[in-house]
Nanobody, 115 residues
């Protein structure tokens, strides 16, 4: 059974940093893509960043230059380093794994940025 577990959320002041971690267990498939999404209250879920097992990355325009996604292939894991956080970054952040077998989601981790 595939499990996707996020950690690292919390409360931070504007301009601060947080590092989110996503660890996937229960899969041995070598080809995967991990995506981080976020959803603020009463708003749609937006794609923030993605990374493939090969290391290809992509970012939403609203986080470029501030967020960095990285991978750990040994663990099928991906971190999201978030710098220069803004109040508008406040949301629940979700990790999503996609591979040939399916599409798997974590429960989410809350990030709150105070002004």
């Amino acid at each position: 059974q595939v499990q996707v577990v996020e950690s690292g959320g919390g409360l931070v002041q504007a301009g601060g940093s947080l590092r989110l971690s996503c660890v996937v267990s229960g899969t041995k498939n070598a080809l995967w893509e991990i995506k981080w999404y976020r959803q603020a209250p009463e708003k749609q879920r937006d794609l923030v960043a993605s990374i493939t097992n090969g290391g290809s990355t992509d970012y939403a325009d609203f986080v470029k230059g501030r967020f960095t996604i990285s991978r750990d292939n040994a663990k099928t894991a991906a971190d999201l380093q978030m710098n220069d956080l803004k109040p508008e970054d406040t949301a629940v952040y979700y990790c999503n794994l996609q591979n040939v077998y399916g599409d798997y989601w974590g429960q989410g981790t809350q990030v709150t940025v105070s002004s």
